[in-house]
């Protein structure tokens, strides 16, 4: 299973930014994928996840603010981030609960 996070950057307060995740090896269609944040100096956190029927979960966190999709044919997954604050910095890693694979992450960074 490989997993990749793209589209990080820097953006100001208020500010908007998709993040994707390109999966491959696993049947993409069944599994849910989870979308994890680390800040600088703290766990890695679970902000987000959308099940294989399109079903999606947020933390309070980024609840409002958030969204998530996903392209099964294109094995893609995507976190549309709106309203975005200074505490969403961080490193954002996509991920199927169960499997042990990361990717390297995406970076964000939010300036006031």
Aim: with cysteine.
């Amino acid at each position: 299973v490989q997993l990749q996070a793209s589209g990080g950057g820097t953006v100001q307060a208020g500010g908007s930014l998709r993040l994707s995740c390109k999966a491959s090896g696993i049947n993409f269609r069944i599994v849910t994928m989870d979308w994890y944040r680390q800040a600088p100096g703290k766990q890695r956190d679970l902000v987000a996840n959308i099940t294989s029927s399109g079903n999606t979960n947020f933390d309070d966190s980024v609840k409002g603010r958030f969204t998530l999709s996903r392209d099964n044919a294109r094995r893609m997954a995507y976190l549309q981030m709106n309203s975005l604050k200074p505490e969403d910095t961080g490193v954002y890693y996509c991920h199927f609960p169960g499997y042990n694979a990361w990717g390297q992450g995406t970076q964000l960074t939010v300036s006031s």
